[in-house]
T-cell receptor
Framework: AQSVAQPEDQVNVAEGNPLTVKCTYS??????LFWYVQYPNRGLQFLLK??????LVKGSYGFEAEFNKSQTSFHLMKPSALVSDSALYFC??????????????FGRGTQLTVWP | GAVVSQHPSWVICKSGTSVKIECRSL??????MFWYRQFPKQSLMLMAT?????????EQGVEKDKFLINHASLTLSTLTVTSAHPEDSSFYIC???????????????FGPGTRLTVL
């Protein structure tokens, strides 16, 4: 069965400090990996994705993520957090590369709070 | 690019009525769209996959006759909640899959969501 785990429901960090939001996955084959962010009462915004190539992926708003195949992880990082980064973050996996299915499996989300 | 809109953004209706939610891809064509339901402080639950020109594929436990999906064109999918009840109150989010370029492969872009409240 396909699954995505975000082990932390909450991550709290001071503004200016680095942040990490963890994600591990269990899927067959070589999946595509995604991070999305959701602000209150809004849809999800695409942040970044890993398809192939360099394991360090850079995305929107200064976020980056590192793909680690051996640990089946795709942690989201940012060197210096902003208060405006406070939101709900979702890791997602697409196990069906290029297929007509294309469905995503989501983690349960991690609430990031950055305090001033 | 890759903008998805949803309409309405919120709706309040009486129990027993039907509500239609539209999902549009504004600057790209999408043969595949997805409908999700999200409960407070929870992850997204996939309800169905909407395929242009064919029947939607529903996830297990989702009533096909209650949640009608129509994907009539490459830029529009609609979700109709029929005979709505208070337990159908939720945040409904659609997404559209970009298929135009390999670099966009399988990326889903999401609408802003629709808050449905059934009285």
């Amino acid at each position: 069965a396909q699954s995505v785990a975000q082990p932390e429901d909450q991550v709290n960090v001071a503004e200016g400090n680095p942040l990490t939001v963890k994600c591990t996955y269990s899927v067959s084959g070589n999946p595509y990996l995604f991070w999305y962010v959701q602000y209150p009462n809004r849809g999800l915004q695409f942040l970044l994705k890993y398809i192939t190539g360099d394991n360090l992926v850079k995305g929107s708003y200064g976020f980056e993520a590192e793909f680690n195949k051996s640990q089946t992880s795709f942690h989201l990082m940012k060197p210096s957090a902003l208060v405006s980064d406070s939101a709900l973050y979702f890791c997602a996996v697409s196990p069906d590369r290029g297929s007509t299915l294309g469905r995503l499996y989501f983690g349960r989300g991690t609430q990031l709070t950055v305090w001033p | 690019g890759a903008v998805v809109s949803q309409h309405p953004s919120w709706v309040i209706c009486k129990s027993g009525t039907s509500v239609k939610i539209e999902c549009r891809s504004l600057d790209f064509q999408a043969t595949t769209m997805f409908w999700y339901r999200q409960f407070p402080k929870q992850s997204l639950m996939l309800m169905a996959t909407s395929n242009e020109g064919s029947k939607a594929t529903y996830e297990q436990g989702v009533e096909k006759d209650k949640f009608l999906i129509n994907h009539a064109s490459l830029t529009l999918s609609t979700l109709t909640v029929t005979s709505a009840h208070p337990e159908d109150s939720s945040f409904y989010i659609c997404s559209a899959r970009v298929e135009r370029e390999a670099s966009e492969a399988d990326t889903q872009y999401f609408g802003p969501g629709t808050r449905l409240t059934v009285l």
